[in-house]
């Protein structure tokens, strides 16, 4: 019996649910605006449109003059302290667009890093080296990583064959090349250059070894031999 009290709840239930939505109403009742017809705002722009009645209400757009974002909250450590800038974000190229900024930065010799940092920037591009690239490209650059030597993938050249400047290893690893993808997105800006700094150290002895007639601060580095061991800092 009190099974059967059970299943007739169940199914009266059920139909009261699948009744209920049978509204012939339009528009539905919405119970949060917001949600249903969001205003995308661009960060920190003010609230001027959907929140104009209350941007004196909430005290963070308030504080900000109606902003809708918050500034970063003091002693909040910089990502691109450097404020060099990630070209590569969001950009889409021709193939020709390509080529022409590939070729244009083979003539960049110098990174834009200060030198004062050099031997931090090298032990720096060189850890991320090993993280990023070397599965492909190997700890000694000379394209046997582990995914190489396993025979998952090939076609990965030593560096030392190819004529790079630290301009266009920068270039390939923030645009990609071929069958090789873009790393932009993997190495804050600063960071990119570091890898390329270290590359070009470690592998074509230098930022001298530009194939194309060298701008005048290239100078040659000094080769960090050790340190891979060493505490990151
Ligand atoms: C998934 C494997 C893979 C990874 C990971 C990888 N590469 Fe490559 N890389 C390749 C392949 C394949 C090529 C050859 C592309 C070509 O020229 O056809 C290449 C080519 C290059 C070249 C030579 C391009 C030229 O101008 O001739 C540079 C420089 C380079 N990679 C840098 C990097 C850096 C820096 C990283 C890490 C941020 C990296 N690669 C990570 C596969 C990889």
């Not at 949060?32 to 205003?39: A, N």
């Not at 645009?175 to 070009?200: C, E, F, T």
Request: aromatic share 8%; proline share 7%; glycine share 10%.
């Amino acid at each position: 019996m009190t099974k059967n009290i059970f299943k007739i709840t169940a199914i009266l239930g059920c139909a009261a649910i699948a009744l209920s939505s049978c509204s012939k109403g339009n528009p539905p009742l919405v119970y949060f605006p917001d949600m249903y017809f969001p205003v995308a705002y661009d960060p920190l722009m003010k609230a001027d449109i959907a929140y104009s009645d209350h941007e004196n209400e909430i005290p963070a757009f308030v504080k900000q003059g109606g902003g809708t974002g918050l500034g970063p909250v003091d002693g909040t450590v910089a990502q691109n302290p450097e404020g060099l800038t990630d070209a590569a974000a969001n950009t889409a190229m021709t193939v020709l667009e390509y080529n022409e900024g590939y070729d244009a930065s083979k003539l960049i010799t110098a990174s834009p890093l200060d030198p004062a940092n050099q031997a931090k920037d090298l032990e720096r591009g060189k850890d991320l080296f090993n993280k990023t690239c070397s599965a492909c490209h190997g700890t000694g650059g000379d394209g046997q990583g582990s995914i190489v030597q396993s025979g998952a993938y090939s076609g990965v050249p030593k560096y030392a064959d190819r004529e790079i400047t630290i301009g266009s290893v920068h270039y390939v690893l923030t645009h990609g090349r071929n069958s090789m993808g873009s790393y932009a997105g993997q190495l804050k800006p600063g960071d990119q250059w570091r890898v390329a700094l270290y590359i070009m150290n470690e592998f074509k002895g230098g930022l001298t070894a530009a194939p194309t007639p060298a701008v005048a601060n290239a100078t040659p580095m000094a080769k960090t031999a050790e340190s891979s061991t060493s505490p990151k800092k």
